[in-house]
């Protein structure tokens, strides 16, 4: 199993960027995806889910409205869209799915929001 993000950048309060993640070894349209973000010195939190299929998603109270969560199954690619970040936002977002043999998590893409 393989997770890996792009996307990383420095951006501006306000901004937007689109993370990527990238899924190999195993069937991804049959699993779930999550986003977790984890900030210096604080625990990893979910941002956000998306099911297998796409139709359903779930999000962080804190990035509801301005967080997209998507995929492209045909990619096996997951992606999140944030617009209006906020310096809050600032974080390093990982990738992760839940398999029945285990957790598994991307190696992480810093998101930096600064003026």
């Known amino acids: 199993v393989q997770l890996v993000e792009s996307g990383r950048g420095l951006v501006q309060p306000g901004g937007s960027l689109r993370l990527s993640c990238a899924a190999s070894g195993f069937s991804f349209n049959n699993y779930g995806m999550s986003w977790v973000r984890q900030a210096p010195g604080t625990e990893r939190k979910l941002v956000a889910f998306v099911s297998n299929s796409g139709g359903h998603t779930n999000y962080a109270d804190s990035v509801k409205g301005r967080f997209t969560i998507s995929r492209d199954n045909a990619k096996n690619t997951v992606y999140l869209q944030m617009n209006s970040l906020k310096p809050e936002d600032t974080a390093k977002y990982y990738c992760?799915?839940?398999?029945?043999?285990?957790?598994?998590w991307g190696q992480g893409t810093q998101v930096t929001v600064s003026s």
């Open positions: 992760k799915t839940v398999l029945s043999r285990g957790d598994y």
